[in-house]
C-alpha cells in the first residue's frame, strides 16, 4: 500500500513493559517524525529524523527512543511504558514542507 | 522561538453557513509556509490548505480559503457553505524556512462543530 502506515492501531500495555510502535512509508521522504496527541497539548513532537541513522530530540523525547536504520522505517520504543504515556501516536513524513500523516496508534498503558 | 495560537478552543456553525477559525503566529523570519490541517473524528490528519509567505495572494482550495496578515501575523481559515464533513479539528501550522528539518510547530486547534 502506497503512503504512510502504522502498527499496530490499537495498544494497550502494562506499566513497566517495553512497546515499539512502527511506522513506514513508502514515498522514500528524507524526513520523519513521531508525535504524540493528548487533550489539551495538541500535536507534540516526540523524535524527529533527517534521514536514515540521523535523529533528534523533540519536544518530549524522555521515555522513548527511536531508530531508522532504513530510509522507510521509523520505530518507536518505550523502554518503560508509564501512564503518563497513555496518547494517541502519529507518525508522519513531509516532503516540501508538507506533513503525511500515519492513521494514528492509540496506546493505553494500565 | 516561534509559537502558534489558536485562541478559539470550540467553534460551532449552522450547515450552509460560513465560519472563519482564527490564528496568530509569532515570529522574526520572513520566509515561512503556514498550514491548515484538519482531523476529523476517524483521526486522520488531512492538509487543508497552505499559503507561503511571500505570495501576497491569500490561498484558496474550493470552499476553504485563508485571510493571511503577514505585518499582523494572523491566518486565519473560511470555510464556506458548511458541511456536515467539515466537523473536526483544525489545526493551524508553521514551518520556517530557515529550518532543515522540515520541522512544523502546531497550534492547540479548533474543534468545529458544524450542526444540520
Known amino acids: 500500500d502506497a503512503g504512510i502506515t502504522q502498527s499496530p492501531r490499537y495498544k494497550i500495555t502494562e506499566t513497566g513493559r517495553q512497546v515499539t510502535l512502527m511506522c513506514h512509508q513508502t514515498w522514500s521522504h528524507s524526513y520523519m517524525f513521531w508525535y504524540r496527541q493528548d487533550l489539551g497539548h495538541g500535536l507534540r513532537l516526540i523524535y524527529y529524523s533527517a534521514a536514515a541513522d540521523i535523529t533528534d530530540k523533540g519536544e518530549v523525547p524522555d521515555g522513548y527512543v527511536v531508530s531508522r536504520s532504513k530510509t522507510e522505517n521509523f520505530p518507536l520504543t518505550l523502554e518503560s511504558a508509564t501512564r503518563s504515556q497513555t496518547s494517541v501516536y502519529f507518525c508522519?513524513?513531509?516532503?516540501?514542507?508538507?506533513?503525511?500523516f500515519g492513521p494514528g496508534t492509540r496506546l493505553t498503558v494500565l | 522561538a516561534q509559537t502558534v495560537t489558536q485562541s478559539q478552543p470550540e467553534m460551532s456553525v449552522q450547515e450552509a453557513e460560513t465560519v472563519t477559525l482564527s490564528c496568530t503566529y509569532d515570529?522574526?523570519?520572513?520566509?515561512?509556509?503556514l498550514f491548515w490541517y484538519k482531523q476529523p473524528p476517524s483521526r486522520q490528519m488531512i492538509l487543508v490548505i497552505r499559503q507561503e509567505a511571500y505570495k501576497q495572494q491569500n490561498a484558496t482550495e474550493n470552499r476553504f480559503s485563508v485571510n493571511f496578515q503577514k505585518a499582523a501575523k494572523s491566518f486565519s481559515l473560511k470555510i464556506s457553505d458548511s458541511q456536515l464533513g467539515d466537523t473536526a479539528m483544525y489545526f493551524c501550522a508553521f514551518l520556517s524556512m530557515k529550518t532543515s528539518y522540515d520541522k512544523v510547530i502546531f497550534g492547540p486547534g479548533t474543534s468545529l462543530s458544524v450542526i444540520p
Open positions: 515570529t522574526s523570519e520572513n520566509n515561512y509556509y
Open positions: 508522519a513524513s513531509s516532503a516540501f514542507g508538507e506533513q503525511f
